[in-house]
């Protein structure tokens, strides 16, 4: 299509625009209209605009027909805000007016008030009554015969939720920490859904001041994981050997008045053995498990299940530990004048031409390797770029020499240390040429080309 058929098109197009209000009061920016059409058959959505400041939008691009003209909530919001219509205020696309569109003409005036759904909000605070709550789950459920979760948010910097999309209709509340850190309830300071409260909501209005302050985990239980021996919660924990033991110990104790049954399980999957299971108001215990070490860094987080006794609810407290699986190593690969020589005899040189050799380290090891040395058996002195490595990284030291007669056999070696508890590592290579003189090669060439 060539540009003037191009703006031919669009000449025939048209638009359709409008003003979104709020029943509640006001405009918004970032609604959002769309223009449907059944010309296929069925209906399809073909364009959408979203709402300036003022309400405003326009639908453009649109071919003559007949649309019918969708008014719905950012999708910023799940569940969403406001009810989603179509013109002239019904919720059925099929109940819709349609709104005709005439080539290169506007059709305005296409405008909507939108109603909102009912929600809740409220604040989460620490039981010491002071200090809010940020990130803590809030889900909702609805009774449909049995009470099914709805929907979730999610506490603010400020401890502050809300939760959208509700009807006319009785809700339940329950509140949980995903750190594990607070004692999950329902409102209002409710153990489990069954005895929670009801929360009456109604359409197209706010229900505020749904609140909780939630009960700390270490009022009850205090859970720490080690791993040989450290607490190791922040990456890389400590370096073990690829194939040498790991042992992990999970130590409990009930902070709280009454006893408590807990069970224990790690992830990934280790077999945890407790001298108990139930622990009186004070106790302790130390369960303990073991496993080999894989290379690369490991982390595994295990999950206590605290059942206390009475009306305090069932948790989980989680403990993440970490190790960094070692492996260490170091090659060295020898060239002499570019050829890798490990066999005799090598290049040909001409005695008194010069000689090359490179020397490629690197570092097959996963860990970083200093103190670097490279030498060479033969006296030869060997310059590097540096003196350190990371895992799986190489660089090229280089000598040279002067090509003496006959069969000549060098070994370059290297030396690193590796982080401090694992030993040294080393590698050597051969490297070998054949030093000929002139009269060799006057004896040597007639040869070849025989």
Not at 35 to 40: M, T, V, Y
Not at 256 to 268: E, K, T, W
Not at 414 to 431: I, K, M, N, R, W
Request: charged residues 20%.
């Amino acid at each position: 299509m060539t540009v003037e058929d191009k703006n031919a098109a669009l000449a025939l197009a048209g638009k359709i625009s409008g003003t979104v209000n709020l029943i509640s009061g006001g405009t918004e920016a970032g609604l959002v209209a769309s223009a449907w059409s059944n010309a296929s058959g069925f209906w399809k959505k073909l364009e959408i605009a979203i709402t300036d400041e003022s309400g405003g939008y326009t639908l453009g691009r649109l071919p003559p027909g007949n649309y019918r003209v969708e008014f719905s909530d950012t999708s910023a919001y799940d569940p969403p805000r406001y009810i989603t219509e179509y013109y002239d205020n019904v919720l059925d696309i099929e109940a819709a007016e349609n709104v005709p569109v005439t080539a290169g003409v506007t059709t305005m005036d296409i405008d909507a008030d939108l109603g909102s759904y009912g929600s809740i909000s409220g604040n989460v605070k620490d039981d010491d009554g002071t200090t809010n709550l940020e990130n803590i789950y809030v889900d909702v459920y609805r009774y449909d015969t049995t009470w099914k979760y709805f929907a979730s948010g999610i506490t603010d910097a400020s401890g502050n939720y809300e939760v959208f999309g509700l009807e006319t209709e009785n809700v339940r509340v329950g509140f949980s920490d995903p750190s594990g850190q607070h004692v999950p309830e329902f409102y209002d300071g409710k153990s489990n859904l069954a005895s929670a409260d009801n929360i009456a909501v109604a359409l197209g209005h706010p229900t505020m001041d749904i609140n909780a302050e939630l009960m700390s985990t270490s009022d009850i239980v205090t859970f720490a994981k080690q791993t040989n021996g450290e607490d190791a919660e922040e990456i890389p924990g400590p370096y073990i050997a690829v194939g040498d033991s790991v042992s992990w110990t999970y130590g409990i104790t009930n902070n709280g008045n009454d006893s408590l049954n807990f069970s224990i399980v790690d992830n990934p999957p280790v077999t945890i053995s407790c001298p108990k299971y139930i622990l009186l108001s004070g106790e302790s215990t130390t369960c303990t498990a073991s496993g080999t070490a894989v290379e690369g860094q490991y982390s595994n987080t295990a999950t206590v299940t605290v059942m206390p006794s009475g009306e305090i609810p069932s948790f989980d407290v989680k403990d993440t530990s970490h190790y960094f699986g070692v492996t260490t190593g170091i090659d060295i690969e020898k060239s002499t004048n570019g050829q890798d020589a490990d066999n005799a005899p090598g290049p040909n040189i001409k005695v008194g031409n010069p000689v090359n050799w490179d020397y490629e380290i690197t570092n097959t090891g996963n860990v970083s390797l200093t103190s670097i040395v490279v030498t060479d058996d033969q006296g030869v002195i060997v310059s590097c770029p540096g003196d350190s490595l990371d895992g799986g990284a190489s660089m090229m030291c280089t000598a040279s020499g002067i090509a003496v007669e006959g069969q000549y056999t060098n070994i370059g070696s290297v030396t690193a240390d590796p982080l401090s508890g694992f030993e040294q590592v080393s590698d050597s290579d051969y490297s070998h040429y054949f030093g000929i003189t002139s009269e060799m090669a006057y004896v040597f060439l007639p040869l070849v080309l025989h």
